[in-house]
């Protein structure tokens, strides 16, 4: 089952701004090179498992696997470090990717 078959989607935005919606408490933290690419080979290792992942208005993520399962996740994206990377990740690799905005569900786009 598609996210669109349940949901309408008015159109796309981009991954930046949905990074910049969240603004941490306090200074983001920076990763290593080793980390980031850690994190973004979680996001390509999710575009494998996930038939979509969806992000809240507070960023934080979640989505239902192919199996049929779902995953939810505590992570806020632009919030947690690292977290955009494992997004950039999954929309590189093909899985859709979806944001709740103020008018409601879009697409996000790199």
Do not use: Q
């Not at 996930?50 to 199996?67: S, T």
């Amino acid at each position: 089952m598609s996210f669109e078959s349940n949901h309408t989607v008015v159109g796309d935005v981009a991954l930046e701004t949905i990074v910049r919606r969240r603004k941490p408490v306090w200074g983001r933290l920076e990763l290593s090179p080793l980390e980031r690419d850690a994190n973004y080979a979680r996001g390509v290792n999710y575009a494998g498992e996930m038939e979509y992942i969806a992000i809240a208005v507070n960023n934080v993520w979640g989505g239902r696997a192919k199996d049929g399962g779902s995953v939810t996740s505590y992570e806020a994206i632009g919030y947690h470090a690292g977290a955009d990377r494992m997004i950039l990740g999954a929309i590189e690799s093909g899985c859709a990717v979806f944001a709740y905005c103020d008018d409601g569900w879009r697409r996000v786009t790199l």
